[in-house]
């Protein structure tokens, strides 16, 4: 879903200090599959981290012959956020971030 970049701005800019885009959204899920974690087709996902108390984390993705993350699900905690940022094709396509299900009624009706 959706979402305005002013709710979302302090934390992107956070985790990703060079991200100019204007594309947002927000999922609620308990457990995610990382994907398109290396560069194919022009096709490439990035996931990192911010924690509750404003730490933040970087995946790091091993080289793609080597890369026993991709495919791989992981559980999202009430503690943390992770947030996606999507290239297609080449396409900047924006920045997703995955919450806990718990969190959907405070970021719904701000």
């Not at 999922?27 to 398109?36: N, V």
Request: with cysteine; proline share 5%; hydrophobic share 35%.
């Amino acid at each position: 879903m959706k979402i305005q970049k002013t709710k979302v701005w302090p934390m992107v800019k956070k985790v990703y200090p060079d991200y100019n885009g204007r594309k947002f959204n927000i999922e609620f899920c308990d457990k995610i599959t990382l994907y398109d974690t290396n560069w194919a087709g022009g096709t490439k996902n990035t996931y990192k981290f911010i924690s509750s108390d404003g730490s933040t984390k970087e995946l790091n993705i091993p080289a793609p012959w080597f890369n026993n993350i991709e495919g791989s699900t992981i559980q999202i905690s009430e503690k943390f956020l992770v947030i996606r940022h999507s290239y297609f094709c080449g396409h900047d396509m924006g920045i997703t971030i995955f919450a806990h299900p718990v969190y959907a009624p405070k970021w719904l009706t701000e």
